[in-house]
């Protein structure tokens, strides 16, 4: 197999059969695979960076989030009550080789998360021929919304969901006498999922344009439910935050955004497509 094969797709995919179409997938893969190993490698190399200022930010009390929180508490006359003095979080390791496994989890999922647009769009040119120039066109830009929603979703689980989280189960106790002391394994599983997790929510509005396009959702179902989205919602964040309302706040309003945002997304959708059903039926 050539180096050009290895870079580049067959410009006609029309005709391939299915082996044909199972050789290009493969290709599509170890390409992802190979950008996967190139950020992981690049983490690992950089890891005493990447541990104390990026894994264990939430854990120190001059994390960004903590700080910026407290001058939004005194700019807006509440003192310190939305300052945090002391991070209650103590970590151990107890296994032998924990810290060392702990590196390559670490390595690979932020090497996943800088790549991840490069791995969609090879997934995208995989799926692309599929699709009729017509569904091409409106797909446009979808690598950028598909990665930039990521992103935003990453950032939202790092900078507020993983710090409200930490603390509310370190200091949470059932009585003064008895202590939590986590392992590190297990806080590094738990921001790793809250900041993967909130990426894959954040992709709620593409997901939503989506299933509209196929007829599995609608507006008027988004709608008829949203009670029950916000009141989920306003349980998850008066749960992890602070007993304040402008914590709870800062954490409900853009999930009840993202969720707004479905709801236009649908409707949308659904009025092109009875748009095009009248043109069809003219």
């Known amino acids: 197999m050539s180096l050009t094969k290895f870079f580049k797709n067959s410009p006609d995919k029309a005709e391939m059969s299915f082996i044909d179409h199972l050789e290009e997938l493969r290709w599509h893969i170890m390409r992802s695979v190979i950008a996967l190993l190139v ?8 890891m005493d960076f990447f541990f104390r200022n990026v894994v264990m930010g939430p854990a120190h009390k001059d994390f960004i989030t903590y700080r910026l929180l407290c001058k939004i ?3 807006i006359g509440l003192g310190k009550s939305m300052c945090l003095d002391e991070v209650s979080l103590k970590l151990i390791s107890t296994e032998m080789s924990s810290q060392f496994m702990m590196s390559f989890t670490i390595a690979m999922v932020g ?7 490069y791995i969609f769009w090879e997934f995208w040119r995989f799926t692309k021929p599929a699709l009729t120039e017509k569904e091409q066109q409106k797909t446009r830009g979808v690598i950028f919304w598909v990665s930039l929603l990521f992103f935003l979703g990453v950032g939202f689980g790092y900078y507020l969901i993983a710090p409200y989280t930490v603390n509310f189960f370190a200091s949470y106790t059932l009585d003064p006498l008895i202590a939590n002391t986590f392992t590190v394994s297990d806080y590094i599983d738990n921001i790793v999922s809250l ?7 954040f992709q709620l509005p593409l997901v ?3 299933f509209s396009k196929v007829g599995l959702l609608t507006p008027s179902f988004l709608r008829s439910n949203r009670k029950y989205a916000f009141v989920i919602i306003l349980v998850i964040a008066a749960v992890i935050t602070p007993p304040d309302v402008v914590s709870q706040m800062i954490v409900t309003l853009p ?4 969720y707004e945002i479905s709801i236009w997304i649908s ?3 659904v009025r092109d497509l009875k748009k095009e059903e009248e043109k069809e039926w003219s």
């Open 111 to 117: 090497g996943f998360i800088v790549v991840f647009p």
């Open 73 to 75: 508490s005194h700019a």
């Open 267 to 269: 409707a949308r959708v």
């Open 39 to 46: 950020g992981g490698v690049t983490v690992f190399v950089n």
């Open 255 to 258: 999930l009840l955004l993202l």
């Open 195 to 201: 900041v993967l997790g909130s990426g894959i929510v």
């Open 208 to 210: 939503v344009y989506f």
